[in-house]
């Protein structure tokens, strides 16, 4: 039988053993429902099976009334904050929001402004990798990926740490500062060192500046010029933001409280983390997105004709285009159904920067798309909830408009998320003891042993 594989030193050995992997790997799918197990801990309807309390975030997707659950529009909580005042809040005030969101996130409170600028100031402080760690980590083994580079960066600053192994609640916050700081730096550097090694392009290092917040930082050592507009730098924080946390339920959220849970040191956990994230299913849909608005572009003669949009969404439904997998990126998720308020906060902005980019023709397109793919997914699916857009649907093309590299996308997510992470990692510590075990209903039947002389 041949199988499709992609890398050249596939040996035909290892493809007759992987023929062993598949033909021991898969048993029939009903057993799930025949043992009431919730597959990926999700039952039919998309609801979540309950695996621990939190303090740190709510996400309401359905309410409660007369003993019925019925769908409604989107909530985002951070400590009890709903996030459209969280970002009103800022936004009214015109200031950056990120600082004072992981402020929040890790304390429970929101910094009055001498406590911010004390926040602030101390993030700027950590915002400096150890001598030499560019040339001896960054540069001297680029990779493609940028999140695998994140992750061997954040491993090898174990060994820089003098108490890489104290998990205290003091020990662990200063870590958790450290890497929120250092986060931008590991991603832009490897990014550059990437484009000059890899690349053939050229190599840029600035130094972080003490006064700019993380959105501000991000474009300040990214770009060879070092300029952006106050808008680049707005909607940037804006998405930090609201990537900055989302549950304890989210799998890499879900990957630290478990790695945690076995009492490793933060550095193992959160490339743990890093790991999950980089995820396709998880942390690079918004590219999907992207790409897949590129190859609609290409195809569609007229971006204003609704007959023809729908066309093209009926044919990714069925597998006919673009990368054939049936999915129209960036609509639909685990958790909401009738709205993504992360997705509706961002649209806002979104637009704002497309005014300023002159793409208001591309706007237009998303937005038609937002209101078309439910309606066409309805009527091609079977579904259990409603779909709408989330917050990947619109921050690709954000990330694409302000200019940013693909290779970044993940990453910036990473950057952001690593706020919720670090609380959730010390609300394990402080709240747990129990190491996280779940269990797994063995389907295999029993078999007596064959001696070697009797094995086929």
């Not at 039919?44 to 709510?58: D, H, Y």
């Not at 997707?61 to 009103?88: F, M, Q, T, W």
């Not at 890489?164 to 700081?181: C, F, G, H, K, M």
């Amino acid at each position: 039988m041949a199988f499709n594989y992609t890398f050249s030193n596939v040996t035909p050995d290892i493809v007759e053993l992987a023929l062993l992997c598949r033909n021991n790997g898969y048993f029939e799918p009903e057993l799930y429902s025949k043992y009431d197990v919730k597959r990926g801990l999700r039952d039919i309807n998309g609801k979540g099976v309950v695996a621990g309390l939190t303090e740190i975030s709510e996400i309401v997707s359905y309410k409660e009334s007369g003993g019925e659950s019925a769908p409604c529009e989107g909530e985002l909580y951070y400590r009890g904050y709903n996030i459209y005042d969280i970002v009103k809040g800022f936004t009214d005030e015109n200031r950056f929001g990120f600082e004072e969101t992981v402020y929040l996130l890790l304390f429970g409170e929101l910094p009055a402004a001498g406590r911010l600028e004390k926040f602030k100031s101390l993030l700027a402080e950590y915002r400096k990798l150890p001598t030499t760690f560019v040339r001896d980590v960054i540069m001297k083994s680029p990779s493609n990926d940028i999140m695998n580079s994140l992750g061997r960066g954040v491993l090898t600053l174990y060994s820089y740490d003098d108490y890489p192994n104290d998990t205290s609640i003091e020990n662990v916050l200063r870590q958790s500062l450290e890497l929120i700081a250092l986060f931008p730096l590991i991603a832009v550097y490897s990014y550059q060192a990437k484009t000059y090694y890899l690349d053939g392009g050229s190599f840029y290092i600035h130094q972080p500046v003490p006064e700019f917040s993380t959105a501000e930082n991000i474009l300040h050592l990214l770009r060879p010029d070092s300029r952006y507009t106050e808008l680049e730098a707005k909607i940037l924080d804006l998405a930090l933001v609201l990537h900055a946390e989302h549950g304890g339920g989210n799998n890499s959220t879900f990957t630290t409280h478990v790695v945690t849970s076995s009492g490793t040191d933060t550095y193992s956990a959160i490339a743990a983390a890093l790991s999950s994230l980089k995820g396709p299913r998880h942390g690079g849909a918004n590219i999907k997105v992207t790409q897949m608005f590129e190859d609609m572009k290409e195809n569609l003669s007229d971006w204003t004709d609704e007959d023809a949009v729908k066309d093209y969404l009926v044919k990714l439904l069925h597998k006919e285009a673009f990368d054939k997998s049936g999915l129209i990126y960036g609509m639909g998720h685990a958790v909401y159904s009738i709205s993504d308020p992360r997705a509706n906060i961002l649209c806002g902005a979104v637009k704002s920067l497309s005014e300023e980019k002159h793409m208001e023709k591309e706007f237009a397109l998303y937005n038609m798309i937002e209101r078309l793919a439910p309606e066409v997914i309805a009527k091609e699916r079977r579904i259990y909830k409603g779909v709408s857009a989330n917050i990947d649907f619109y921050s690709g093309f954000a990330y694409s408009m302000l200019n940013l590299p693909s290779e970044l996308y993940t990453p910036l997510f990473a950057i952001s998320r690593i706020a919720g992470w670090s609380a959730h990692r010390i609300e394990e510590l402080l709240l747990s003891g129990k190491i996280i075990r779940p269990a797994y209903k063995a389907v295999q039947g029993h078999n007596s042993y064959i001696g070697m002389p009797d094995r086929g």
